[in-house]
């Protein structure tokens, strides 16, 4: 008996549903989008956000424009990103290792980039140096997987990568918690980096992120 998902038909309803899927999801970011612009404790209408919007940054209420174009969509922009990154980065994951529970903590690139935003934030390096630490940390921890799963017998295969990340990413948690042991004063930064967060000084917050999500999409699509 032959799959209905394997013949023409089935391809196209695959690819219907895909596009449906796709329009439906746009539809949601858009309201959530709409949602989380008129949502705050300044009380701001639609109709005052409308305003705002059609007027620019530099309209004549500077209190709405300053809500609208520093404060609001700085942060809708910045969550935008911030999730799509982590969308495309689970995609690269699980088609990597053919796994739809892939996550970052598989080959320690979260554990690598806490270390690199730690040592950052408690040697107070400024705010460029955190993002950059961490992404660098990141890398240093995917490089370690690779060459820890390398020297072993199974080769590259993805069982012994993920074995390999999970021993990456307990050495690199464990150099982690160390380091906040000798510098406790820093703890409460530190969690609140872990934690994550939307506020933003503007657009400054944007624009530090952009070229660390520009480069990974481009690595990403390119190695596709």
């Known amino acids: 008996m032959t799959d209905p998902g394997l013949g023409s038909g089935g391809y196209a309803r695959r690819i219907r549903l895909r596009g449906a899927a796709a329009r439906v999801a746009a539809l949601v970011l858009l309201a959530l989008i709409l949602a989380d612009l008129v949502t705050g404790p300044s009380g701001m209408s639609l109709e005052a956000l409308s305003r705002a919007f059609r007027a620019g940054p530099q309209g004549a209420d500077r209190a709405a424009a300053a809500i609208l174009w520093q404060i609001r969509l700085p942060r809708v922009v910045l969550g935008a990103l911030v999730g799509a990154t982590l969308a495309v980065s689970g995609a690269a994951y699980q088609g990597v290792f053919r796994n739809p529970l892939a996550d970052p903590y ?30 660098i940390g990141g890398l240093l921890a995917v490089g370690a997987t690779y060459a820890l799963g390398s020297s072993v017998g199974g080769g590259r295969s993805s069982s012994v990568i993920v074995l390999a990340g999970v021993a990456v990413a307990a050495f690199f948690s464990a150099i982690q918690t160390t380091w906040q042991q000798w510098f406790d004063d820093s703890l409460l930064a530190v969690y609140s980096w872990m934690l994550g967060r939307l506020s933003t000084n503007g657009w400054s917050d944007v624009l530090m992120v952009l070229p660390y999500v520009v480069v990974s999409w481009v690595v990403l699509l390119l190695h596709r």
């Open 106 to 135: 598989l080959l320690g690139v979260s554990a690598g980039a806490g270390l690199g935003a730690t040592i950052a934030l408690t040697v107070q390096a400024g705010s460029l140096s955190v993002p950059l630490s961490a992404f």
